[in-house]
């Protein structure tokens, strides 16, 4: 079974930094994807990379700001936050495709088969 698992959230005020790690019991996925949901709205891709180029997009809202990395012997990935915002308060998910070949999407929640449980990130004023 694969089960994403996220750590490194918690609690900043606006213009700090905070990393994401996630790993997926061991899936080697062919991408990894971020995204977050503040409460009452809808989840939002915030950032993807794909693990043989490590080709990267991120949302327009976080781009400058936030950085994606992978480490792909672990494998695991990472989501520096820096520059923190009010806004960018919410719940962090990672997810991972099934198995398929290259080229596939990253950035829907459709290209998702695989979610993490969530890691919050709060940021006050």
């Known amino acids: 079974q694969v089960q994403p698992v996220e750590s490194g959230g918690g609690s900043v005020q606006a213009g700090g930094s905070l990393r994401l790690s996630c790993a997926a019991s061991?899936?080697?996925?062919?991408?990894w994807g971020w995204f977050r949901q503040a409460p009452g709205t809808v989840r939002e891709w915030v950032a993807h990379?794909?693990?043989?180029?490590?080709?990267?997009r991120y949302a327009d809202s976080v781009k400058a700001r936030f950085t994606i990395s992978r480490d792909n012997a672990k494998p695991m990935v990472y989501l520096q936050m820096n520059d923190l915002k009010p806004d960018d308060t919410g719940t962090y998910y990672c997810?991972?495709?099934?198995?398929?070949?290259?080229?596939?999407?990253?950035?829907?929640?459709?290209?998702?088969?695989?979610w993490g449980q969530g890691t919050q990130v709060t940021v006050s004023s």
């Open positions: 990379i794909y693990t043989h180029t490590g080709s990267t």
């Open positions: 997810a991972v495709p099934a198995l398929r070949g290259y080229g596939g999407g990253c950035s829907l929640i459709s290209d998702f088969t695989y």
């Open positions: 061991g899936y080697s996925p062919d991408c």
